[in-house]
């Protein structure tokens, strides 16, 4: 027997081996003295000097079956040792790749919230655009903002030229900014005037567009509206200077008409 039996097996020896001692230990009945053979005699003395050997080699067994047992229990310690020094590396390995990973999450997270705005101001800003700009206009026509515009190459009174507007899904150009008086102005290519949605028909003096705003921004020329003539100049013109001027509604003049895009 050896140490290098494991802790288990001298632990199951341990039985056998108390076992062995305690046979040992239990007084024996004498055997009754009689006549012998001489070969009775050699094996009772052989018997009785192998006795102390078998007790040694128990004790032995025991001290055996002893240091395995504690050296089971060391090994049990150690062992748990060991697993609870691995269960904190990896604890603390984890940690160490759980924190970076979680920090790289929240900047993406962050980025995301970052990109999501900018988009969403980006949208706005093309929507924003297209309400400014249309994105086509008839053929004929040139565009101004959200407006796209048709400049007439015959002559009409401003009653008929309200109709062809009409006609065209349209009405008569009504101006709301000297940007747009420029803009007009600009592609009056010829030395003539052209009606405009103005006029003050309705009570003399009070100048309205055909939509119903009354006049807040003009850009008459010197002296005008003057009125003049015997039926009256009620209705406005423009030209390619870009100044208005009051003249007779039944006139045969050119016309702008407006429409959204």
């Known amino acids: 027997m050896t140490l290098n039996g494991g802790a ?17 230990q239990t007084p024996r009945k004498a055997p009754k003295r009689g006549t012998m053979s001489p070969d009775t005699t050699k094996l009772e003395a052989s018997s009785s000097r192998r006795e102390p050997f078998g007790k040694i080699r128990a004790k032995f067994c025991l001290v055996v079956s002893l240091l395995g047992c504690d050296q089971k229990e060391k090994g049990d310690t150690q062992l748990s040792a060991e697993l609870r020094e691995i269960h904190s590396r990896l604890l603390n390995e984890g940690r160490d790749v759980l924190q970076p990973a979680l920090q790289q999450l929240e900047e993406l997270r962050q980025e995301q919230s970052h990109i999501s705005t900018l988009l969403s101001t980006a949208l706005e800003e093309t929507q924003n655009l297209t309400e400014m700009f249309c994105t086509r206009c008839p053929a004929g026509w040139q565009q101004f903002a959200k407006t796209c515009y048709y400049f007439s190459t015959e002559g009409k009174s401003w009653i008929e030229a309200r109709a062809a507007c009409s006609m065209l899904g349209a009405q008569l150009a009504i101006i709301n900014s000297e940007l747009e008086n420029k803009f007009l102005a600009n592609h009056i290519m010829e030395v003539r005037a052209f009606w405009l949605g103005l006029s003050d028909m309705q009570r003399e003096g009070d100048w309205e567009w055909l939509d119903g705003q009354s006049l807040s921004i003009s850009f008459w020329r010197k002296g005008e509206p003057n009125n003049v003539g015997q039926h009256g100049e009620d209705c406005a013109t423009i030209s390619s200077s870009g100044l208005w001027n009051d003249a007779v509604c039944t006139s045969p003049e050119a016309w702008i008409c407006e429409r959204s895009c």
């Open 8 to 24: 288990d097996g001298a632990c199951e020896n341990w039985e056998l081996t108390k076992d062995m001692l305690l046979e040992e």
